[in-house]
């Protein structure tokens, strides 16, 4: 039995942030499918382990965890890794965790989800979401102007949590070349040791009839 346990699906990009985190760390750890799109959230059996019915879930040492940044702080402790190195670097990634929580992963999964997993959304709602998602946007890329990461002259699990869902560009709707910071950085990402794409990383992908008129 593999010392973590991850529970997680494919199309999560909230849990790809632990996921990711555990995979460059080169852990001993799992995943453990949630069938989220059949309901399993929803059981009382999940939601005895997340009162939350929510994704994703950490189990370590008997523990259960959950949220995503909760989860990434607490594998910065456990594993020594992508953690800060003070006080200011501390406030600096939860400064940034939060920002990804309300605003660009929240704006950007929205997105995503609508264009993708919602029959005959609004595309009035769609563009609501688009323009707020692309102002989160512009503030990482901003930020990005001259840093190779978010936080720290390394990777940080404050660019885990952003990278959550930038992986998935022609779901969202997004081209990366019109944002070049987030590009490049998403490219750097990308090239950490143990990197994989959420859909290689985790199961459950594709769901079925993927491709064949579910995806807009």
Same mark, same amino acid.
């Given at each position: 039995?593999?010392?973590?346990?991850?529970?997680?699906?494919?199309?999560?990009?909230?849990?790809?942030?632990?996921? &990711?985190?555990?995979?460059?760390?080169?852990?001993?750890?799992?995943?453990?499918?949630?069938?989220?799109?059949?309901?399993?959230?929803?059981?009382?059996?999940?939601?005895?382990?997340?009162?939350?019915?929510?994704?994703?879930?950490?189990?370590?040492?008997?523990?259960?965890?959950?949220?995503?940044?909760?989860?990434?702080?607490?594998?910065?402790?456990?594993?020594?890794?992508?953690?800060?190195?003070?006080?200011?670097?501390?406030?600096?990634? &939860?400064?940034?965790?939060?920002?990804?929580?309300?605003?660009?992963?929240?704006?950007?999964?929205?997105?995503?989800?609508?264009?993708?997993?919602?029959?005959?959304?609004?595309?009035?709602?769609?563009?609501?979401?688009?323009?707020?998602?692309?102002?989160?946007?512009?503030?990482?890329?901003?930020?990005?102007?001259?840093?190779?990461?978010?936080?720290?002259?390394?990777?940080?699990?404050?660019?885990?949590? &952003?990278?959550?869902?930038?992986?998935?560009?022609?779901?969202?709707?997004?081209?990366?070349?019109?944002?070049?910071?987030?590009?490049?950085?998403?490219?750097?990402?990308?090239?950490?040791?143990?990197?994989?794409?959420?859909?290689?990383?985790?199961?459950?992908?594709?769901?079925?009839?993927?491709?064949?008129?579910?995806?807009?």
């Amino acid at each position: 039995m593999a010392e973590y346990t991850l529970h997680c699906f494919a199309q999560s990009g909230n849990a790809y942030k632990p996921a &990711l985190m555990l995979a460059v760390s080169g852990a001993d750890w799992e995943p453990r499918f949630v069938d989220f799109f059949k309901g399993a959230t929803k059981t009382p059996e999940y939601r005895a382990l997340n009162v939350m019915g929510e994704v994703p879930l950490l189990e370590h040492r008997g523990r259960i965890w959950s949220q995503s940044g909760v989860i990434l702080d607490y594998l910065a402790e456990v594993l020594g890794k992508f953690g800060p190195q003070d006080n200011d670097e501390r406030r600096e990634i &939860l400064r940034w965790t939060l920002f990804d929580n309300h605003k660009f992963t929240s704006y950007t999964a929205t997105l995503r989800y609508l264009r993708n997993f919602v029959p005959a959304t609004d595309p009035g709602v769609i563009a609501m979401f688009r323009t707020r998602a692309e102002a989160a946007w512009k503030v990482l890329d901003a930020h990005l102007a001259g840093r190779q990461w978010v936080v720290a002259h390394r990777p940080t699990i404050a660019d885990f949590s &952003l990278a959550g869902y930038v992986f998935w560009p022609e779901e969202i709707g997004v081209d990366w070349n019109d944002f070049p910071n987030i590009r490049d950085w998403s490219a750097r990402i990308a090239g950490l040791p143990g990197w994989q794409h959420p859909y290689q990383l985790m199961p459950g992908h594709p769901l079925a009839g993927w491709g064949a008129g579910e995806k807009k």
